[in-house]
């Protein structure tokens, strides 16, 4: 009798034992291959972030384009706007830095990333004495439309292509670009001018036209025209002051189809 509960125990006890060792193994599995995933994801996501770090440009095959259905030219995350690529008539700058409230024209109604890093530029700029302001920031469809035919008509279609966009086609609508001070060519010459084009690109700013890349952009060099693209962006593009565009550097063209 007592030989019998003794064997009944072991056994008991044998159960226990097997059943402790058969659920730690499916714990410690379990938590191996979590960790596992995490680590993964991780690793997933730190490539995700490393920075490209070449100034080379980047071949087509590395570049993300965005598939979507708004008509909208993106690569990279950057818009593109230019003779190939033109935005819908009815796009507006996305948050605003001041509400457009139906207006065709307005120098703050740029994104607010755009217009905080001008006023960093601004406030940095003062410092050494110089002033920069805004002198044409955002324009509707419709007022590009109305200053397009303007020139047309002054000196004819060929000769307006070359420094004024068609509708749809003019950076001013995405609301990351902006003409500063004096619209002319002499604002090269300027100190402002001459500390923009070696600065700007500091607060994620580029000369959108630069000098001796007509053929590239299809506009004439407009020294005054900056397009926010971010800091990391704009520091490539800077190219030491040897700017180089957005065509050149993700290989777009910009040429109307007619
Ligand atoms: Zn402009």
């Given at each position: ?22 659920s ?48 909208l ?39 607010k ?77 300027t ?59 993700f ?8």
């Amino acid at each position: 009798m007592r030989k019998k509960k003794t064997k009944k125990n072991i056994l008991m006890l044998f159960l226990i034992v097997l059943l402790l060792v058969v659920s730690s193994y499916f714990i410690v599995s379990k938590v191996f291959l979590a960790k596992n995933q995490e680590s993964e994801e991780t690793m997933q996501e730190q490539q995700k972030e490393e920075p490209q770090q070449e100034v080379e440009t980047p071949s087509s095959s590395e570049t993300q384009e965005e598939e979507n259905n708004s008509g909208l030219k993106i690569v990279d995350g950057i818009l593109i706007v230019n003779k190939s690529f033109p935005l819908p008539e009815d796009y507006v700058p996305e948050d605003p830095y001041e509400p457009l409230n139906g207006r065709d024209y307005c120098s703050y109604c740029v994104t607010k990333e755009t217009y905080e890093h001008f006023k960093e530029m601004q406030t940095d700029i003062e410092v050494l004495g110089l002033n920069i302001w805004i002198q044409s920031g955002y324009r509707s469809y419709n007022f590009q439309n109305g200053l397009y035919n303007n020139y047309v008509n002054r000196d004819g279609k060929d000769a307006a292509d070359t420094y004024s966009a068609r509708p749809g086609h003019s950076e001013h609508q995405t609301g990351l670009a902006f003409d500063l001070n004096t619209i002319s060519s002499d604002f090269a010459y300027t100190p402002e001018g001459k500390w923009i084009h070696n600065n700007a690109y500091l607060y994620g700013f580029i000369l959108r036209y630069p000098e001796g890349k007509e053929n590239i952009t299809g506009y004439m060099y407009e020294p005054w025209h900056l397009r926010y693209v971010g800091k990391e962006l704009a520091a490539k593009l800077y190219n030491n002051g040897d700017w180089i565009t957005l065509e050149e550097y993700f290989d777009l063209p910009s040429t109307y189809n007619d």
